[in-house]
Structures are given as structure tokens and as C-alpha cells.
């Protein structure tokens, strides 16, 4: 029972409401792990459907429906990303800017708008802060979701067909509308027919893959992808790029981590609207000059090549210092 109560307080994560109702609804059940352990297991379920507990969500639900619609639409973009995930602050706010989430206003940039929105998500306890800071700023560098507050976060976005999850069980039947974002999570069995036949990806903005990856994850439907997130995506080789050459309207890629990954292919050249390129962790060991092609790029974060690149942290901007072939 010890183990169950456990992985009950985790899933808790320090709220003092959900540690209070859920330790007086155990109470009143019989003392086994059996027990303990259906709660554990189905606890999202039972914040839905239990009147003991609907409590808990009611008082969550009513912090989500706080939010200003800016705040809002930033938190449920975060259902992308996995459960207890560690999400880099530069990660996302590269994400959300490349989304149009923020831009550059009077007085205050892009940056600067979404660093706003994550202090505000912090302090309204909507997100919980990472382990460690940024070296430079002294700032909170990464965020993770409570688990009660992650259903919240899927299910609202779900309701508002935000984003579709492809994993194990999930239900295609009730996917209405086109696909805003695409996410492939690492439990799925990589159908090709589910992407080919029975997915709209024509409006699909971003594409998220974690696992292995396929090569019709790509597909000629999706005109308008923004953001490309590969980070850790395994098997992901040379001669999937070219595909992703294709993708004119790209403003955010990421293939960190893809330490398969050798060289990048002439066809980056038309990727003329990319603002952020990550290839940290990869086997890149010089940049092609069609780099410097790449008008709107203004965050390249790369491993130190020496003195053919500058590089100032995890998070900061890449200065090119004349890239050879």
C-alpha cells in the first residue's frame, strides 16, 4: 500500500485540496493495494464521474476558466507535450512565437510577452516550475503540468479540437474538423492507413513526434506546418530532410537530439519564413553556407564548432561567424 500512496501523492503533486478529499474518500474504502491502486490508476476518471471528488476539478476548473483568453489559449497549447514532461522554457516560447501566440509590441518583444505569460502561469499555479535556472537571466528554465490540471488542459483543448494525440487507444470517432496540431505520441503503432485515409492534415500548423519515427509522418497535405518538433525523435536519417525541404512555411524546427543526423540538405534553402533551427545533439559538424540564405533565422543553436560558430547557452542566439561548405 506504501508504493500505491505513493504514486497517489505524485499524482497530487503537493495540492493540498486533492491530498485532503482524496485521503478522506481512501478512507472510507477498504484497506488493500487493490484498492488503492484502482484509485491510482483511474484517478482521472474519478475527478470526472465520483461526487466525492468533483470537488477537486470544480476548483481547478474554475482557475482555468480565471484566465484572461490570452493566458487561456498559451496554457492549452501545452497539452502537447507529454505527461511529466519537462518543458524548456526556450523550447516553448520559441513554439509559441512561431505559432503566433506573440509578437513584437510597443515597448516589449515577442520574447518578453511570452516570458510574461509563463511568470503568469506560474503564478497562478497552472504550470509548475523546473529544476534549476537560466545561467544568464537567473530565471525559472523549464515547466512542468500537474497531472490534475493536465486532464483539465487535454480535455479543454480537446473540446476546442486544438490538437489530436495519436497513442494507444486512442478514438479517431470523435475527431471532428480539420487538425490544427498533430501530435504522434511514442506508444502509437505507426498505422500508415490512419494518416493517409482518415486524417484532414491540410490544416495542420504543427507536427510533434516523439518515438520512432516514420517517413509518412510527412505528408504532401500539410502546406502550412509552422513548427516541426523532432527533438529525440529516433531514426529519424539524412534522407528524411528532404522532406522537410518542402515545407515553405516552416517557422520553427527542431532536430535536437537526431544524433543520426549528418548534414543538412540544399532543399533548406526554401525554408525562407524559419525563425528558429535547432540541431543540438546531432552529428553536424559544419553548416552549409544556404544557411546564411535564411533571412528571417535569428535563433540557431547548434554544438560549438569552434570558430566558425559563437554560442552563448542553452537558450541563446547562435552567432555565425562565416559558415564554410
Known amino acids: 500500500m506504501m508504493e ?16 485532503s478529499t482524496i485521503g478522506g474518500f481512501l478512507a472510507t474504502k477498504p484497506k488493500t493495494a487493490n484498492e488503492w491502486r484502482k484509485m491510482s490508476d483511474g484517478i482521472s476518471i474519478e475527478l470526472e464521474m465520483n461526487p466525492e471528488l468533483r470537488t477537486i476539478r470544480t476548483v481547478l476548473m474554475r482557475s482555468y476558466y480565471g484566465l484572461p483568453y490570452h493566458l487561456k489559449s498559451a496554457f492549452l497549447y501545452l497539452s502537447i507535450f507529454q505527461e511529466d514532461q519537462r518543458i524548456r522554457w526556450g523550447r516553448l516560447m520559441r513554439r509559441w512565437i512561431a505559432e503566433g501566440y506573440s509578437r513584437d509590441m510597443q515597448g516589449i518583444t515577442a520574447a518578453g510577452l511570452c516570458r510574461r505569460y509563463f511568470d503568469e502561469l506560474l503564478d497562478r499555479s497552472m504550470i509548475l516550475p523546473g529544476e534549476g535556472t537560466d545561467q544568464y ?50 506508444n502509437w503503432k505507426r498505422d500508415k492507413d490512419v494518416l493517409e ?92 553556407t544556404i544557411i ?34
Not at 11 to 18: F, I, S, V, Y
Not at 146 to 172: P, Q, V, W, Y
Request: net charge neutral.
Open 197 to 288: 485515409s482518415k486524417l484532414d492534415l491540410s490544416h495542420v500548423r504543427s507536427l510533434t513526434v516523439f518515438g520512432e519515427w516514420r517517413s509518412f509522418f510527412i505528408s504532401d497535405n500539410m502546406r502550412f506546418v509552422r513548427v516541426l518538433d523532432l527533438e529525440d525523435t529516433l531514426g529519424f536519417r539524412n534522407h528524411h530532410l528532404d522532406q522537410i525541404g518542402q515545407l515553405r512555411h516552416l517557422k520553427y524546427l527542431s532536430l535536437r537530439g537526431c544524433w543520426s543526423i549528418l548534414c543538412l540538405p540544399n532543399s533548406f534553402r526554401n525554408l525562407r519564413h524559419l525563425e528558429t533551427l535547432d540541431v543540438r545533439g546531432t552529428r553536424i559538424s559544419e553548416l552549409p
Open 137 to 186: 537571466s537567473q530565471k525559472i528554465s523549464s515547466c512542468q503540468l500537474h497531472d490534475m490540471i493536465r486532464e483539465i488542459c487535454i480535455s479543454k483543448a480537446s473540446e476546442e479540437n486544438l490538437f489530436l494525440t495519436l497513442e494507444e487507444g486512442c478514438c479517431l470517432s470523435d475527431t471532428q474538423g480539420a487538425i490544427r496540431h498533430l501530435v504522434i505520441g511514442s
Open 292 to 325: 546564411t540564405e535564411l533571412r528571417k533565422l535569428q535563433h540557431l543553436h547548434a554544438d560549438d564548432y569552434g570558430d566558425r560558430i559563437g554560442v552563448r547557452g542553452e537558450d541563446d542566439i547562435v552567432l555565425l561567424k562565416g559558415l564554410v561548405n
Open 4 to 19: 500505491q500512496a505513493k504514486l497517489i501523492l505524485q499524482k497530487c503533486a503537493g495540492l493540498p485540496l486533492a491530498i
